[in-house]
């Protein structure tokens, strides 16, 4: 058994990201263990532009920001296992972390660790989770599985499409599929809102002509060998289907972009309490866990809608592993952090008294315009702002003040007040 200081779970922008920041402060015995034959994770596939506004100021693809902390990391030397899967991560009684992981290279083989990040990223909501009614027929895939299919292995997956859902993924494949020459018929969204970002849905529908249907969702499926067509109707307020609305589109592929799932399944072997909500890690400002010396970031921990603030976030956690490794733990006493009117989650959930300089981010519930973001500590509010528009696809980020967390010596909640209240 080989023994590190700091084990990195994930390769991607997350997971490199936190060893250049945890190495920065002092790290030397380090390890990033990835399951794929190259560092950069999902970036690998996202050939689009738009990555590295807000980090570098000039818009970058996938691949291409990537490459930016993958040549810092082969400058830097910090070690990574590549093509190594992760099966497990445990716990021993004298605070080491157990990491259990298998490659073609190396064969089974277990790593002790003193503190460990969990970057394993997200995974796409299947067709098995829909209950949509229907054959189970070729042609049905996740808008990621279709992405890799067009950007790397340089397949069409069909030439007429209709897509479920409208994440970023999906927003992205359809103006993909239709450069590529096939044929978008709709976009359909169960809610009354996208859950992409505007520029999106700016740039892959309306500048192609791709109608979105809002508050419209596929009730069946039909076709033997191969998809023929979908059944699409409209739904009220409660999310089910308007009997007498359904329309039949006739169409060979059906792309699913109807959520991500943090990857937390070594999580959950390690013990580590989950949010409900997130389907991540419960952390405090500094990203640790519940168990103490594991670290949490990236899309494993929540959904992000840009990578610049999963390396930001990134960050966080490897500067905070790397004080854990020094100081021997981290002590201080947390509250919680929960989200009130509006608001459907904040991370972090909870916040150590005496806590420095940090950001807040969390999703609102709904779109709202012209409204203040609101937040109290045991019902005094601490810090405020006016938001112009506020959307369930946009994370927002709130930083707060020493002075303002000077104030904190109980529960926060953070909510949303709209205009007029």
Do not use: W
Not at 299 to 320: P, R
């Amino acid at each position: 058994m080989k023994d590190f200081d700091l084990v990195i779970i994930g390769g991607g922008p997350a997971g490199m990201a936190a060893a250049l920041a945890a190495q920065e402060q002092g790290v030397r015995d380090l390890l990033i263990l990835d399951r794929e034959p190259q560092l950069g994770g999902i970036l690998e596939q996202c050939i689009h532009n738009g990555f590295g506004l807000h980090r570098f100021q000039e818009e970058l693809t996938g691949p291409e920001y990537a490459a930016r902390f993958a040549s810092r990391v082969e400058q830097e030397k910090i070690p990574y296992r590549l093509d190594t899967m992760v099966l497990d991560l445990s716990v021993c009684p004298d605070g080491g972390k157990i990491v259990t992981a298998v490659s073609p290279s190396e064969g089974y083989r277990k790593i002790r660790a003193r503190a460990v990040v969990l970057a394993m990223g997200c995974r796409e909501r299947p067709r098995g989770a829909l209950n949509i009614a229907g054959t189970r027929p070729a042609g049905i895939y996740t808008a990621g599985a279709a992405q890799k299919f067009v950007n790397m292995k340089g397949m069409l997956p069909g030439k007429r499409a209709v897509i479920l859902g409208s994440g970023d993924i999906g927003l992205i494949m359809a103006r993909r599929m239709t450069l590529e020459g096939a044929k978008v018929e709709a976009v359909c969204e169960l809610m009354p809102y996208s859950g992409g970002l505007t520029r999106n849905i700016v740039q892959c529908l309306e500048d192609f002509g791709i109608p979105l249907l809002l508050s419209h969702t596929v009730v069946n499926i039909r076709g033997r060998e191969r998809l023929t067509g979908v059944t699409i109707a409209a739904v009220g307020p409660d999310r089910k289907p308007i009997p007498g609305t359904e329309r039949d589109i006739p169409c060979d592929t059906l792309l699913l972009s109807v959520g991500l799932i943090p990857e937390n399944e070594l999580s959950k072997s390690a013990g580590v309490q989950l949010d409900p909500v997130t389907g991540g890690a419960v952390v405090d400002e500094c990203r640790q866990t519940s168990v103490p010396g594991v670290f949490a970031c990236g899309n494993v921990l929540h959904v992000h809608d840009l990578v610049d603030f999963v390396s930001e976030e990134a960050e966080i956690a490897g500067k905070q592993a790397a004080a854990y490794l020094q100081k021997g733990g981290m002590d201080g006493e947390t509250f919680p952090v929960s989200a009130g009117e509006g608001v459907r989650y904040v991370v972090p959930q909870r916040i150590r008294r005496g806590a420095e300089p940090f950001s807040l981010y969390f999703r609102v519930r709904d779109v709202a315009k012209n409204a203040r973001i609101v937040v109290e500590c045991n019902g005094k509010q601490i810090a405020s702002r006016k938001k112009r528009r506020a959307a369930p696809g946009e994370m927002e980020n709130f930083p707060l003040t020493a002075a303002q967390l000077a104030g904190v010596d109980g529960p926060v909640t953070v909510r949303l007040e709209k205009e007029g209240e």
